[in-house]
């Protein structure tokens, strides 16, 4: 019998509430082939040293419903989970092996893919003028700005995404370094997304990361009555062989793009912002400045 054809035993195991954000993404392909697998090399094994489920959900501290939802390849097993399925089927390091491919599979696959091509950048040139940047978002900050997106996201959607965002900050424990350079809106360090408590913790984050030898950190004033960053937000990143690749709203319809004259635009324009925003120093004083305001 295949894992998809697997009955449960009548009586077996309790439905357990699903905890939001631990679901396979059923548009993700090779989401669900990952989680097929480990189900399926779960259960192998489990089935090897004739454990029973009801045995192995007691022994792993999940009900039984859970395992056959994991076992299926319907849900994306815990770290816990594969940490003490490791020990009790005694897989000689095959399930933490799969382990780091379980958390990728965790997070939406246009972050992942984004977060991929950050990894490898030598240096990221950003501004956004809408939210504060999402590498530099606090968890409470990023979770107040997606449970106001309207269409709503679901529950499991926000967790999702959130999760996504605290992965890439990976970005700032690099070795070596890579050069980041973040031009933010003065209004968006105002709006109290998420309420005075979330704001000042968010400025604080900011004036932390500012910190970073690496990292640069410019607010474009109130006053200025206008930018090069007003047809929308840009995003350049360089890798170490030379190439590139940008994206903003104002070319190419948003996609993508490598072509040198795009990329020229669009680090034309980035330039131009930063010339016009705070020195990293001015910024910093303030947003003390609104820090001592919350």
Known sequence: ?????????????????????????????????????????????????????????????????????????????????????????????????????????????????????????????????????????????????????????????????????????????RDPAPELSFVLEEWTLRRPVGGKEVRQAQLEHLLELGELPNVELQVLPLELEGHAGMDGGIEVLKFHDGSAIGRSPAVANGRPVSDLRQLRILELRYGIIRTQALTPRESAVVIKKLLGET
């Open 1 to 173: 019998m295949s894992i998809d054809e697997t009955v449960r035993p009548e009586g077996g195991g309790t439905e357990e509430p699903d905890e939001p954000g631990w679901e396979v993404d059923p548009d993700d392909d090779w989401a669900l082939a990952v989680i097929a697998t480990v189900g399926r090399q779960l259960r192998l094994r489990r089935e090897a040293i004739g454990m029973r489920v009801t045995d192995f959900a007691k022994a792993v501290g999940y009900g039984e419903d859970m395992v056959y939802k994991v076992e299926s390849g319907k849900r994306i097993p815990r770290p816990d989970y594969l940490d003490t399925s490791e020990k009790i089927l005694r897989a000689d390091g095959l399930v933490q092996a799969m382990k780091e491919d379980v958390k990728r599979v965790r997070y939406p696959k246009k972050v992942r893919d984004l977060a991929q091509m950050e990894s490898r950048a030598v240096e990221l040139q950003l501004y956004d003028p809408l939210h504060v940047h999402g590498l530099l978002q606090t968890p409470e900050y990023a979770r107040a700005l997606l449970s106001r997106r309207r269409p709503a996201y679901s529950l499991e959607e926000v967790e999702r995404f959130i999760a996504a965002r605290v992965a890439r900050k990976a970005i700032f424990e």
